[in-house]
Nanobody, 121 residues
Framework: QVQPVESGGGLVQAGESLRLSCAAS????????MGWYRQAPGKQRERVAT???????NYRDAVKGRFTISRDNAKNTVYLQMNGLKPEDTAVYYC???????????????WGQGTQVTVSS
């Protein structure tokens, strides 16, 4: 289990870019699959992207081609590069360890405070 801390959120205009960072600590980071989730007001929390220890990535359809998840194991950090931001991307973004079993994705540990991303039109 890792203890991630998110940062990098802010206010941007539609079409602009933002890079979120997730600094992890605790259990060995390099062997963990990590994911970015987000939750908009009045909506359920949803998975945005995941990245395995081997660098295999998966994305929610709504962000494909716009967002890129990456990791730097030497820095125990996961990133989410968000390009072409849209107002519907507005949400609190969270980073968390994930695990999979029989096609099901599970989160590991507790949710942190996240970082707010607000995109204006």
């Amino acid at each position: 289990q890792v203890q991630p801390v998110e940062s990098g959120g802010g206010l941007v205009q539609a079409g602009e870019s933002l890079r979120l960072s997730c600094a992890a600590s605790g259990s060995i980071f390099s062997s963990k699959t990590m994911g970015w989730y987000r939750q908009a007001p009045g909506k359920q929390r949803e998975r945005v992207a995941t990245i395995t220890s081997g660098g295999v990535t998966n994305y929610r359809d709504a962000v494909k081609g716009r967002f890129t998840i990456s990791r730097d194991n030497a820095k125990n950090t996961v990133y989410l590069q968000m390009n072409g931001l849209k107002p519907e991307d507005t949400a609190v973004y969270y980073c968390i360890e994930v695990a999979t079993s029989s096609g099901t994705v599970y989160t590991v540990g507790s949710w942190g405070q996240g970082t707010q991303v607000t995109v204006s039109s």
